[in-house]
């Protein structure tokens, strides 16, 4: 049997640079969600995109080729995380969005999990499996005929789809002048279960370097944004989180 691995210390420089930050900015990737049981993308083994190509599901030219398939294969993924529950870490970033006076939750996850924990706010940098939009007009769809797969759009007859961001195509424009907005005015970034690999969101850490914010990094394993934090903490978020919350709270 293995036991549950303690969390590292929380470096006390860190917890300092904590207590006294202004703008907290936080970003978020699947690893976040992993211990609720959504898979990544990108982990050798598990990862979505080990086992699917993200050519043939996750891009507009997919969806024009095959759009029943991508549609079930959304569905299946809206299915799944309908299914999982907020974890440990989710709840303490929703617990740290109180603690400081200015404070963003963007996340590249589209399921929902950090709202569900109690999280004020959030920018979803990449959409969201909850909200569906017609791929012709952007008319957002609350209900629809599930029979049909992709369903119609009940205003232009277009196929809908997922309000997801596909490759290729770009992220919602107000929710990016945001997180860069946030991002440029950071006194602390955590970037927490993120491969940092995808463009734009991967370039919002560097813009919080260039404004001199400290940068924190939550992961298990080593990214391309590891040799540029100042504390890289190694190890699950749904451990580490609540460690740094507790930490906090006895300082
Ligand atoms: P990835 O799958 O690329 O990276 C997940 C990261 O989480 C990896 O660095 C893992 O080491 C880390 N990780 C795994 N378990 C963890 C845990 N328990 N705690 C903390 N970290 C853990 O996922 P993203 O970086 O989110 O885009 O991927 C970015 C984008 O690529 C996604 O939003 C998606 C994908 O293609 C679109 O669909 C547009």
């Not at 404004?211 to 080593?222: F, S």
Request: glycine share 6%; aromatic share 6%.
């Amino acid at each position: 049997m293995t036991r549950p691995r303690p969390a590292p210390p929380i470096p006390s420089d860190l917890v300092e640079a904590l207590q006294s930050a202004e703008r907290v900015v936080v970003m978020t990737g699947a690893g976040v969600s992993a211990e609720s049981g959504v898979p990544t993308f990108r982990d050798a083994l598990t990862g979505l995109w080990a086992k699917y190509d993200p050519r043939e599901l996750g891009t507009p030219e997919a969806f024009a080729r095959q759009p029943q398939l991508v549609w079930d294969w959304f569905a299946w993924r809206r299915e799944l995380v309908e299914g999982v529950k907020p974890n440990a870490g989710h709840r303490a970033l929703a617990e740290l969005a109180s603690r400081f006076p200015s404070f963003t939750l963007m996340t590249q996850n589209v399921d929902s999990l950090h709202q569900q924990a109690g999280s004020p706010e959030v920018l979803e940098l990449h959409g969201s499996l909850s909200r569906v939009r017609c791929h012709a007009c952007n008319r957002p769809a609350e209900t629809f005929d599930s029979e049909e797969r992709p369903p119609r759009c009940e205003a232009c007859g277009g196929l809908l789809r997922p309000d997801v961001v596909w490759f290729g195509e770009g992220l919602p424009a107000d929710v990016l002048e945001r997180a860069t907005q946030a991002s440029s005015e950071a006194d602390v970034f955590l970037s927490i279960g993120t491969s940092s690999v995808v463009y734009p969101a991967a370039a919002l850490s560097e813009v919080a370097i260039r404004v001199g914010a400290l940068l924190v990094e939550i992961n298990p394993d080593p990214t391309p944004m590891t040799p540029l934090a100042d504390y890289a903490l190694a190890g699950p978020s749904g451990i580490i989180l609540p460690a740094l919350v507790a930490t906090l709270d006895a300082a």
